[in-house]
């Protein structure tokens, strides 16, 4: 087994305008003194981190690797969630996810999507300059307005939404797996991929692609009321990146599941910062462990009640407390003795006369 590697931290819900969030430098030196070892960067800040001239410049990785290395941080993964978003956009979402495309792909879905598609695969690349095992992104979404559908279910726009789906990311795929890389799709909802069905069934359409696996954040099957324990039994050998997020569902008569169109804190399932909600860490980090997981342990703080300085620092040591060195010998190693066979076969009856 394998002692989980971490504590790593998500940088897309700090990045920002005032120093030292405005800058990869001083991102670093702030996650270093909180005790990470490890950034998860994603791709849509150039001034953070500059994927296409990544993908291009070993130099470029080079230095992006020993400024970090100077705080005592390497990077965990990289991060295409917005450009992978859109790869796939439903037209009802069109107008919502222009903002996150530059100025001269918005209003053309087609070019938009070329657009993210020429993204990842510039990520892939970069990892692999980088020396990346694994890549976090998000699969998008064609049949998400009709998750709950009315008019009634419609099987044939299912398959051919998961069909398109397969053919947009099949290649991409491919592409990552020339460099080396897994892609870890974050099991969301609002992705096509928001559960282990959806995922089963993307999984089918890109013929069980060796590079197609699971970013695990247990804070959004908890809310969907699917248990995170046993997905993790299921399917252990596809998961590859791992966000830990807390969250917490308390019923009430007014609202559900789907929140009702209420703000976070209003709602009744909400993310909250570790420690703060109802996941069961100690159950995962145990169940990550007895699988081998090989990977890191990354908070993506997302609370909405605390504030992030606070939870960025406890979710350091929250993540550092629950990490399992492995042991190197088993607890009952000290009553196993040498060669045993002829005592064995004597307990066993096996050397006695018929």
Known sequence: MKTLKGPGIFLSQFIGQQAPFHSLEGLAQWAAALGYKALQIPCNHP?????????????????????????????????????????????????AFDGFAPAEVRGNNARRSEWAINKVRQAAAASANLGLQAHATFSGSLAWPYFYPWPPHNAQLFSEAFAELGRRWGPVLDEFDRHGVDVCYEIHPGE???????????????????????????????????????FIDIYH????????????????????????YQSWIDRAGRFRSPGDGQIDFKGIFSKLTQYDYAGWAVLEWECCLKD??????????????????????????FAVQGDQHASIRAQLGLDKGA
Do not use: M, W
Request: proline share 4%; with cysteine; aromatic share 8%.
């Open 47 to 95: 001034h953070i981190f500059d994927v296409e001239q990544a993908a291009t410049s070993q130099t470029y990785c080079d230095d992006i690797a020993g400024l970090l290395s100077q705080h005592g941080l390497v990077i965990s993964e990289l991060s295409t969630h917005l450009e992978g978003q859109l790869i796939a956009v439903h037209p009802a979402h069109d107008v």
């Open 192 to 230: 096509d991929l928001h559960d282990g069905v959806t995922f089963e069934r993307f999984l089918a359409q890109v013929k069980n692609h060796p590079r197609c696996n699971i970013l695990f954040d247990p804070s959004h099957l908890h809310l969907q009321h699917i248990d995170y324990l046993q």
């Open 237 to 260: 050998s596809r998961i590859k990146a791992f966000h830990v997020k807390d969250a917490e569902y308390l019923p009430d008569g007014r609202s559900g599941v789907y929140g009702g």
């Open 308 to 333: 992030g300085d606070t939870g960025a620092r406890e979710g350091a040591e929250f993540i550092q407390r629950h990490i399992i060195p492995v042991a190197d010998r088993a607890f009952d190693d």
